[in-house]
């Protein structure tokens, strides 16, 4: 990271701690809402608690539209970051309250502070680049690898704090009812994002030229901006954004495969997984750590291989590509496992082979398709860009929480169908794909 700006590091030490509440509040979510109420959750069903999971994961990647236009026509985007922090803390301690308002409240808080930070500290790490720097998918992919700091560490924080029996334990030990334990989980996501708060505080320094508030001028500009018409736009910049609008469609798709993670993955990993490992036990919720220190791992691989290609690194439309294949590949891998269960619990290692399938083609989709958005975008509007490329991430995240209502743990078939007609989904994507690179880089007018 020397050889990178200052800045990166700032960025990347806020995103890691907001990822670590954000994640560890996720992998207990679903969790916590299909548990008894004698066990302390809420005792949902599987359709209710996965739609709803469904439709806070996708409000969560919706509200980033508006946070990009409030940092682009007011703001700027560090100060909306800031903001947006706070209030993701607040919605977290308010989870850590047993009520079904609290917990209401809380998600929604989530909502609207991810919303403001989300998009706009993405678009940061942008402005840390010029557009031709050859740093820039690197630099993307070491963020990226900050963010998966962050997911590694939050299961076995929230997680542990949720369902260890040694917790409950300790709880019942000095008086307190051990079914609150999935309330400590939540605090503990609240004060993970405090803790990045503070360090975006004292480094300010660090990236006091980038996500400035805009002056006067450039907001007038921007409310022409939202008045936009074909006519404002070159030629150049109306090809650009319709690839983005393109790969926004098979961005879509590979989240609605990839986050079945929280939902449907997460109660494979509850009901049908041997959750232990040469004897020791250890909470369903852990198998949520496995993608990001695979991230963790790779990403400096894949970073250093863009590095060494330089020119001859496949473009960013066949990278969404091998992202596809991998992720559907990885279903395939989970569909047969399914079949293998037969009703019992079937081996961790089977999940540890398809979050490493599905790692893969995260680094070649997501941290590729974030930097490809803050080169193709117009540059008066690439607050409002990224927040629109948000919106793929929300369709696919909504579309996954539909799938996972039809998880059904003690149906063979069921199962088999529902994990292998979502790899085919992606795979047939990922070929569809094939024929529309060249196109795709036409559009893109050189940028690759």
């Given at each position: 990271?020397?050889?990178?700006?200052?800045?990166?590091y700032?960025?990347?030490?806020?995103?890691?701690?907001?990822?670590?509440?954000?994640?560890?509040?996720?992998?207990?979510l679903?969790l916590?809402?299909?548990a008894?109420?004698?066990?302390?959750?809420?005792?949902?069903?599987?359709?209710?608690?996965?739609?709803?999971?469904?439709?806070?994961?996708s409000?969560?990647?919706?509200?980033?539209?508006?946070?990009?236009w409030?940092?682009?026509?007011?703001?700027?985007?560090?100060?909306?970051?800031?903001?947006?922090?706070?209030?993701?803390?607040?919605?977290?301690?308010?989870?850590?309250?047993?009520?079904?308002t609290t917990?209401?409240t809380?998600?929604?808080?989530?909502?609207?502070?991810t919303?403001?930070?989300?998009?706009?500290?993405?678009?940061?790490?942008?402005?840390?680049?010029?557009?031709?720097?050859?740093?820039?998918?690197?630099?993307f992919?070491?963020?990226?690898?900050?963010?998966n700091?962050?997911?590694?560490?939050?299961?076995?924080?929230?997680?542990?704090?949720a369902?260890?029996?040694?917790?409950?334990?300790?709880l019942?030990?000095?008086?307190?009812?051990?079914?609150?334990?999935?309330?400590?989980?939540?605090?503990?996501?609240?004060?993970?994002?405090?803790?990045g708060?503070?360090q975006?505080?004292?480094?300010?320094?660090?990236?006091?030229?980038?996500?400035?508030?805009?002056?006067?001028?450039?907001?007038?500009?921007?409310?022409?901006?939202?008045?936009?018409?074909?006519?404002a736009?070159?030629?150049?910049?109306?090809?650009r954004?319709?690839?983005?609008l393109?790969?926004f469609?098979?961005?879509?798709?590979?989240w609605?495969?990839?986050?079945q993670?929280?939902?449907?993955?997460?109660?494979?990993?509850?009901?049908?997984t041997?959750n232990?490992?040469?004897?020791?036990?250890?909470?369903?919720?852990?198998?949520?750590?496995?993608?990001?220190?695979?991230?963790i791992?790779?990403?400096?691989?894949?970073?250093?291989?863009?590095?060494?290609?330089?020119?001859?690194?496949?473009?960013?439309?066949a990278?969404?590509?091998?992202?596809?294949?991998?992720?559907?590949?990885?279903?395939?891998?989970?569909?047969?496992?399914?079949?293998?269960s037969?009703?019992?619990?079937?081996?961790?290692?089977?999940l540890?082979?398809v979050?490493?399938?599905?790692?893969?083609g995260?680094?070649?989709?997501s941290?590729?398709?974030?930097?490809?958005?803050t080169?193709?975008?117009?540059?008066?509007?690439?607050?409002?860009?990224?927040?629109f490329?948000?919106?793929?991430?929300?369709?696919?995240?909504?579309?996954?929480?539909?799938?996972?209502?039809?998880?059904?743990?003690?149906d063979?078939?069921?199962?088999?169908?529902?994990?292998g007609?979502?790899?085919l989904?992606?795979?047939?994507?990922?070929?569809?794909?094939?024929?529309?690179?060249?196109?795709?880089?036409?559009?893109?007018?050189?940028?690759r």
């Amino acid at each position: 990271m020397s050889k990178h700006p200052r800045g990166l590091y700032v960025l990347f030490g806020t995103e890691m701690w907001e990822r670590l509440s954000y994640y560890g509040m996720r992998a207990i979510l679903m969790l916590y809402m299909v548990a008894p109420i004698a066990a302390g959750g809420l005792a949902f069903d599987t359709p209710r608690a996965a739609h709803l999971y469904g439709t806070y994961t996708s409000a969560v990647y919706l509200t980033p539209l508006i946070g990009g236009w409030i940092a682009d026509r007011f703001l700027g985007a560090r100060l909306t970051v800031l903001i947006g922090g706070i209030i993701i803390a607040s919605g977290h301690f308010c989870m850590a309250f047993p009520s079904l308002t609290t917990f209401y409240t809380g998600l929604v808080l989530i909502v609207a502070g991810t919303g403001l930070l989300k998009a706009n500290i993405t678009t940061m790490v942008g402005s840390l680049y010029e557009e031709d720097d050859p740093r820039r998918d690197a630099g993307f992919s070491i963020f990226y690898m900050g963010i998966n700091l962050g997911a590694f560490l939050a299961p076995f924080v929230c997680g542990t704090l949720a369902q260890a029996p040694v917790v409950k334990v300790w709880l019942q030990s000095h008086g307190i009812d051990p079914n609150m334990s999935w309330h400590f989980g939540f605090a503990a996501a609240g004060v993970g994002m405090t803790l990045g708060l503070i360090q975006y505080l004292l480094q300010q320094k660090q990236i006091a030229h980038v996500g400035n508030r805009p002056q006067k001028a450039a907001v007038q500009k921007a409310k022409g901006a939202a008045k936009i018409s074909t006519e404002a736009l070159t030629r150049e910049e109306l090809k650009r954004i319709a690839a983005i609008l393109c790969l926004f469609f098979f961005s879509a798709l590979f989240w609605m495969v990839f986050e079945q993670a929280g939902s449907s993955m997460n109660l494979f990993a509850d009901q049908l997984t041997r959750n232990s490992i040469f004897g020791f036990q250890f909470p369903s919720s852990w198998f949520q750590s496995a993608n990001p220190v695979m991230i963790i791992i790779l990403a400096p691989v894949l970073s250093w291989l863009w590095l060494k290609l330089k020119d001859r690194q496949p473009s960013s439309p066949a990278k969404f590509v091998f992202g596809l294949a991998f992720a559907g590949g990885g279903f395939l891998v989970l569909a047969w496992a399914s079949k293998l269960s037969g009703g019992g619990l079937v081996s961790p290692m089977w999940l540890v082979i398809v979050y490493f399938l599905h790692t893969i083609g995260e680094l070649c989709l997501s941290p590729i398709g974030l930097s490809t958005v803050t080169k193709l975008a117009p540059a008066r509007i690439v607050g409002l860009m990224m927040g629109f490329w948000f919106l793929s991430l929300s369709l696919g995240n909504y579309m996954a929480g539909w799938l996972a209502g039809f998880f059904r743990a003690g149906d063979e078939s069921v199962l088999v169908n529902l994990f292998g007609g979502v790899g085919l989904i992606a795979l047939g994507a990922a070929l569809f794909l094939v024929f529309l690179v060249p196109p795709l880089r036409r559009l893109m007018c050189h940028v690759r």
